[in-house]
C-alpha cells in the first residue's frame, strides 16, 4: 500500500508564503517520482511540480516560478514551498507519488485525500 497524507494548506493573504507536506508511507513498493498537482473549481488537474529519486525536478506552468519542490533525505516526505501566492493560486492541492510494486515494472500513480489552499486578496 502506497499512503499519502498532505498538511500546511489553509487561507492566506495574497503576496504570503505557505509550505505544504506529504509524508509517503508504503509497504511493498518502490516509489519512483513524487510531486503535487492542483485542482482549481471548475478546472482540470494540473502538474505544479514532480521530483524524481535522483533529483530531477520538473515544474509545471502552475508552479509559475513561484514554488519549490523538495524531499525529505529518506524519501519518505515531499515539500511544496509557495511564495508571492496570489488568489489564483486557490485550489486544492493533491500530493502524488508514482510507484511500483516490488518485483514489478509497471507504476501507478497514488494520490493523497487532498489540501485546500485558499488565497484572499
Known amino acids: 500500500q502506497v499512503q499519502l497524507v498532505e498538511s500546511g494548506g489553509g487561507l492566506v493573504q495574497a503576496g504570503e508564503s505557505l509550505r505544504l507536506s506529504c509524508e509517503v508511507s508504503r509497504s511493498g513498493f518502490t516509489v519512483d517520482v513524487m510531486g503535487w498537482y492542483r485542482q482549481a473549481p471548475g478546472k482540470q488537474r494540473e502538474l505544479v511540480a514532480e521530483?524524481?529519486?535522483?533529483?530531477?525536478?520538473n515544474y509545471g506552468d502552475a508552479a509559475m516560478a513561484r514554488s519549490t519542490i523538495s524531499t525529505d533525505n529518506k524519501w519518505n516526505a515531499v515539500y511544496l514551498q509557495m511564495s508571492s501566492l496570489k488568489p489564483e493560486d486557490t485550489a486544492v492541492y493533491y500530493c502524488?507519488?508514482?510507484?511500483?510494486?516490488?518485483?514489478?515494472?509497471?507504476?501507478?500513480?497514488?494520490w493523497g485525500q487532498g489540501i485546500q489552499v485558499t488565497v484572499s486578496s
Open positions: 502524488n507519488a508514482r510507484a511500483r510494486r516490488w518485483g514489478r515494472s509497471s507504476l501507478n500513480d497514488y
Open positions: 521530483i524524481t529519486g535522483d533529483g530531477r525536478i
